[in-house]
Every structure is written in structure tokens, then in C-alpha cells.
């Protein structure tokens, strides 16, 4: 496919030639800063989340909603999270991407943080034979990772990763209000003959403040507010791990209002911005991988069309 770029003179930006939506590939980071809410919204950043939340200023996005990648599971591309060979750096590492979400998001927004558990080793994935198998066994076989040492790293252990997570989050200053369970009555196979399927993941919603923006009555209408969501996934053949937009867009309607920014750090193949567009919000998304960021413009695109006909907005 032939891709024409234009440049950006006033923010230095060589921006993706689209209708409604673009992907901006930086030759250096710094030129995007600081983000702009007319420049530097509704745009796909394809590079390092780590580097480029650094870009990001202080108190400027209403809403942070993703997914990062889970410690020891699949390769997609040039990923470095989730690539460690201890799970204690791993958590570590995200730790030190949750202190610059924290600098970025508004004292009145919301962080929703979805993130699954694995177990310590080969997560058991290898072993799983005919109708269990996966196509991403390899992934798991390659992962270096730090020998057992018979307490927290054994075989067959459950490492509670989101718990480690939260709770380092808590000592940031983080505000833990919910930890919502995602059950999926279509979960991917994880056969094992000596323990119960894993079924959910959990979703985290933390404030910064005391004070932040909530709609009860939209979280009711939408049968969205308990602490328990039974929604299915909704996987891409390109991107396995997607969590679906009936999960998101009832997040984004509860905890922002018309118009306002969703953040997406690991935005994949774009499930956070097509919410955002489907309930009249702006986004502005990270993705290291170049594939996922050419997708999730081509869903975007699809996105921005059907809006155009289906005219006002129903929740």
C-alpha cells in the first residue's frame, strides 16, 4: 500500500494522509511536546509508550483506559514490557509507567487498568494438546525467564501480578475505588487436570483524588454498576489479546464526559479509540507495534463512518 506523508510544520509531526483520523510517527519525541488539544488529539503515536507519555502534559487527559502486555505471554513485534525474565521486574517496570499516568491524568479522571495473571514458567500454555493448543506455544517456549527459587517463583504457581501491581500503585498515591472482575463466558482454553479454569481478569479503577467525575445514573441505565462484568471477547486473527468495545464503551460513557481525552498507552489495534469515537470522546493512543497502528487506523476510519450515519449518539 502506498503512504503518502505530510509534515506538520508547526508541531514537527510527520502525520499518516487521512480523512478523519491519522497515525504520527515522531523523528524525535520531544517535537510533541507539549501536546496540544488541537494538533495532538485523535492520533495514533507509533513508538515507545514509555518514552512518549514522558511527552504528555502535566494534568491534560481525562481518562486513561488500557491493556499492557502481560508478563511472559505473546510476541506481536518489538515489545519490551512483559519481556522480562523476572515477573518482580516486570511489575516494576509498570510500576514506573503508572507514576507518569499519574502526572498526566486531570485530578478529576479515572485510570482503568485491565490486567490478567499468569503462572510462573511456561504459564502452562505449552502443554495444552489438540483442541487446547495454541498457535502461540512458541511465544512461551522462548521466553527466557529466572530459575524457581521455591517460594514466589515455582512451577505452577499463580504469581498475582494485578494484586502486586495495585497495591504498588497504592503507594504512588494511587486511589484503588474498584476491583472490577471481567468474566468471559468465551474465555481461550487454559486446560490443566489439577486446577479450575481461569475464566476473568481483573479490571482496576483508580483516581487520583477523592474528588473525580462519576455517573451513577448512566452506570445503572447501563447496567454497569456493580463490580462484576460478564462480557465475551472478542479476539482479532491480527491481535489475539484485544478486549472488546462492549467492555469499554460503558467505562468511557461512566467516568467522561462529551468530548473529553482517552489516553490508551498500549492501544493495539485501536478497541480504546473506537470506543472513544463511538461515544463522542477524543483520544490519543500509543502502539509500538507499526502493524497494530496501521489497523487500528483502518478500524477508526470504519468507526468515524458509521458515526456519520447513525446520528445522535444512544447510550
Known sequence: ?????????????YVKDCVTSAIAYPQDINNIYPYNEQY???????????????NISD???????TSPPYFGCRIYGNETLGREESPLDYIN?????????????????????NIGDVYFGTKGFIRNKGR???????????HKIIKPNGK???????LMIPERVAIGMQEQGWILRNKIIWEKPNPVPSYSPDRRYPVYEYIFHFVKSKKYYFDLEIAKKLNNHRDIYRNGI????????SYPVSLIKPLILTTSKENDIVLDPFIGSGTTAVAAILTNRRFIGFEINNKFCTIAETRIKEAQRLI????PFIY
Request: with cysteine.
Open 59 to 65: 494534568n491534560f487527559v481525562h481518562l486513561i483506559i
Open 132 to 142: 487446547y493448543a495454541r498457535k502461540t506455544d512458541i511465544h512461551y517456549r522462548e
Open 234 to 241: 472478542e479476539p482479532f486473527k491480527e491481535h489475539q489479546a
Open 308 to 311: 456519520s450515519i447513525n446520528l
Open 40 to 54: 495532538n488529539v485523535n492520533k495514533i503515536y507509533c513508538g515507545d509508550a514509555i518514552e512518549l507519555v514522558k
Open 93 to 113: 517496570n509498570l510500576l514506573q509507567f503508572t507514576i507518569e499516568l499519574k502526572r498526566v491524568l486531570r485530578q478529576d479522571g479515572s485510570f482503568y487498568l
Open 1 to 13: 500500500m502506498n503512504v503518502k506523508y505530510k509534515q506538520n510544520k508547526k508541531k514537527h509531526l
Open 152 to 158: 514466589y517463583l515455582q512451577y505452577k504457581q499463580l
